[in-house]
C-alpha cells in the first residue's frame, strides 16, 4: 500500500512552490508537505464538488462538520472531550498565532516559546510588537527536552503568553507527559494564556506518543487554545482550513472581544470537506504513510549518525522534519542551508530562521520517496565529505 | 445557451444554505447566490487539481495569478490601470471591508455608509464600536440615488472612512459617473479614505455602466481600496476568494501597519484557480447568464409594477438583487420578510437589516430559472392579493 509515492517526474510537473522555488537540478526538502498523493475520501471528497458543480454559500462552514469531525477524531485517538461549540474554523495555523497573540497579549507584553522554533511563531512575536521570553530547548544528548527551570526562569512579570507547539516543529519532539505537565504548571502559577499547536499530533512514530496539553487537567485546559488542523498530517495546506479550540468561554469571548467578527476570514467548502473527509475516512492511508516515514525517519538518523560527528540528529518523536545540525561541517563562512544548496543542489530550511540554537542547523523534510530521500542523502554526503571535512581531516 | 439552468430537483439536493436553511415546501430567495452551474472553465480548472490531486502548498496564493488576472480585467472591461503589486487577496468581502474598518479608523470614528445597505457593512461598523454616518439614498421617482448635498452634510469632523457599495447593494444602483464624482470630491475634501465594494461590477445590465471609483483621477484613487471577487458574478462563493486594491503605496503601508502580516489568512488554491479561470475564461458564460438576468429582472418589475401601490420597486441597473418596498401590503403587522414566509412560502432577505430606509422592504434574488421565478412570483402575488390588500379595498 504504496501507491501514494510519486515518481519525480510527477513531482516536477506539479504546481506547488515546493518543487518550484529552485531550478530543475535541485532537490527540494525545505517547505513542509508531501510529496503524496492525498488519501482516496480527500479525493472524493473534492470529485464530489466538481461533480456537482456547486460553489455557493455552504452549509457547512465551520458549524455542521469541521467541529464534530475534529471533536470526534480528538476523543477517538486522544482521549480529549472538547466542546464543539468552542471551535472557531481559520485558513492556518499562522493566522491562529498571530490572532492569538494579537488577542490574548497587548504590545511590549512577553510571548514565551520553545526555540529552536518554526520562524511564523517569532514573526508573529516580532511583527506584533511584542516581545520574545525564549526559551530553549536543551540537548541532554538523547534529545532536545523543555527545561522546566529554564521556562519558570525565563518567564518574567510581563509575559502573559506561552506558545507551545507539540510535537514540536522543528525538533520533532512530541514532548512527554511530565515536560508538558511542567508547562503546564508554569502557565498556571504565572497566569498565562497558552497557544497549544498540535498540528503535527497525528504524525507521531511507534515508541512516543502526542498528549493532549488541554487533557492535563481542568485549570490548563481553561486557559488553552489548541490549534489542529489536517493540511499536515493529509497534505492538503493549500486548501487553507484549520481550527482554533477555546478551553473556556471565558477565554472564547476574549478571543471574540478582541478581534471583530470576520476580520479573520471564513474557511472555503474545499478546505471543509477535504478535511472531514482526511479526518473521518483517511486514518488508513496516514497509516500506511506513517509505515513509509517511519523508514525514511530510521534512514535519516542511520546516515547522520555515519557522518557524525559532522552532522549532530536525534531521531524525531513525530513529524516528518529532520533537524540537522552542521556544526561540524566546514562550510567555508556559508551557512549549511546555501552550503547543500550549492554543492548539493539540496533545498533545505535555514535553521538561523528559527532563532537561537538554530544558526548551524538546517531543517531536512524526509516526506518523500524514498528513491528520493537516498538520492538527496548522496548528494548531502557527497558535499560533505568533499568539503573541507573535519573529522576525515 | 442556458444550459447553466437547474431544475428545482437538482437545486434541492445541493448542500448550500440557500437551499436547506428552510423546509422543501419553501422557495427561497434570500442569500445571494445564483441558481445556476458553474462556468466550464471553472468546472474544468477544478476538476485539473482533482486530477493532479495537489494540494500543496502552492506558489499561486495571490502572486502570480490572481493579481494579474484582476489587472487584466479591470483594464480590459473597465478601464482601470491598477498596480497589481497592491493587491492583497483576502477571503470575502466583509472581510475586506471589517479589516479596512479596523485599519483606517479608531473606535469612535465616524464611518459613512449609503443605506439602505448591506448588512455586514453596518456590522463592521457596529462591531467595532466605529459610528454609524448614515447617508440615505434618496429616492427621486426613478431611483434610489446619492444626494450629494445630503452627504456633505451627513459627514462630520469625526469621519474618517466611506463605504461606497457599487452598484449598491441592495437598490441595485450603477451610480452614474456624476454621482460618484460627488462621493469623490466629498471624500477629498474632507481627507476620507474610501473603500469601494465593486464585486456586483460585471453585472450590470444594458442601458446602464460600471465606473470605477479609482478611475475618477489621481487624488481620490490615492484614496481608495477597491474590493472585488469573481465570486459573486461567477456564482463560487463558496471558495472564498477576493481581493483588496490600495490606490497608493501609502494606504497599503497604512493597512500593513495596522494589520499584522497572516492575521487575515491566505487564500486557497481552489478560491485561486476557479477566480483566475473565471475572470480570464469565462465571460461567454456570464454573458449567457446575464441575458436571462435581463429578463428576469423584467419580469419582476413588471410583476411589481402590475402589483403597484402595494409593491413600490425600482428595476435595478445591476446585480441579481430586487429591492421591493412592501409599504403597502398589509402584511398584519408583520415585517414584509416574516409575511412572505408564512403566507408564501418564499424566503426573502428582510429589509429591516439593511439599516433606515429598510424597514418596509425585502430583497429578491432572482438568480434562478424563469420557471421557479415564475412560481416564486405567483405565490407572492397570492399572499398579496389573500391579505387586505389596501389597494382593493
New interface residues.
Partial sequence: MTDFLLPIETLRR?????W??YGPDVLPAW?A??DF??AEP??RA??R??E?????????EGGDGLDRAFADRMRDRFGWELDAGRVVP???L??AI??S??AFTEPGDGVAVQTPIYP?FL??ID??GRRRVVDPLVDDGRRLAIDPRGLEAAVDAGTRLLLLCNPHNPSGRAFEREELEAVARVAVERDLVVVADEVHCDLVYPGSRHVVLATLGPEVAARTVTINSATKSF???????GVMHFGSDALLERFRAAL????????????VD?TVAAWREAQPWLDAVMEVLTANRDRVAAWAAALAPAIRHHAPDATYLAWLDCGGVAVDGARPRDFFLERARVALHSGAEFGPGGETCVRLNFATSPAILEELLGRMEGAIRGSVYPARR
Avoid: F, S, W
Avoid at 506539479?14 to 515546493?18: A, N, Q
Avoid at 456537482?52 to 457547512?60: P, Q
Avoid at 497534505?235 to 482550513?241: A, E, W
Fill in positions: 506539479r504546481r506547488g512552490v515546493k518550484h522555488r517547505i508537505d508531501m498523493a492525498v480527500v479525493r473534492m470529485a464538488l466538481v456537482e458543480g456547486d460553489y455557493g454559500y455552504a452549509a457547512r481559520v485558513a492556518d499562522v493566522q498571530t490572532a497573540v494579537v511564523p514573526a508573529a511583527g506584533t497534505n492538503v495546506p493549500g486548501l487553507r482550513c471583530p467578527g470576520r476580520l479573520l476570514g471564513t474557511v472555503g467548502v474545499t478546505g477535504a
